[in-house]
């Protein structure tokens, strides 16, 4: 009979495909310890018509961007304090997010995604901060 894989196993290779997949590189920010770059998918969207860059925390953009800032970090969405949330460099298609887990508040992350007409926020770049700087 074949032994059933542990979770812990379960998670060690997720952790490991993940890191596979991504490209981690340096930044000139001094706050910046490690960028992650990877191929994220958009996470696709409920949202139909133009799309508003929203802020409002009832708003189904909010909920997406949240879904996007935890696809990138692996933190599920109820266990991510959320710091920050502000546009990008594009402010009506991109925004930006500073979050941890609830677990590990001194582990904070800088978030940017980009919206994609039709399926969703897209993670492009992930900074993991040295210092929370929105605390």
Do not use: C
């Amino acid at each position: 009979m074949p032994q059933k894989k542990s979770t812990s196993d379960e998670k060690k290779k997720s952790e490991t495909d993940s890191k596979e997949d991504s490209n981690a590189s340096t930044s000139d920010d001094p706050n910046v310890a490690e960028v992650i770059e990877k191929d994220w998918k958009p996470v696709g969207t409920k949202q139909t018509g133009d799309h508003i860059n929203s802020y409002d925390a009832t708003s189904t953009d909010w909920k997406e961007k949240i879904e996007a800032f935890s696809k990138a970090t692996g933190i599920a969405s109820d266990q991510m304090t959320l710091w920050f949330v502000g546009r990008g460099s594009d402010p009506s298609t991109e925004s930006i997010g500073t979050v941890s887990s609830k677990e590990k508040p001194d582990e904070t992350f800088r978030v940017y995604i980009s919206w994609r007409d039709g399926e969703g926020w897209q993670p492009l770049k992930v900074e993991k901060l040295k210092k929370n700087d929105k605390r």
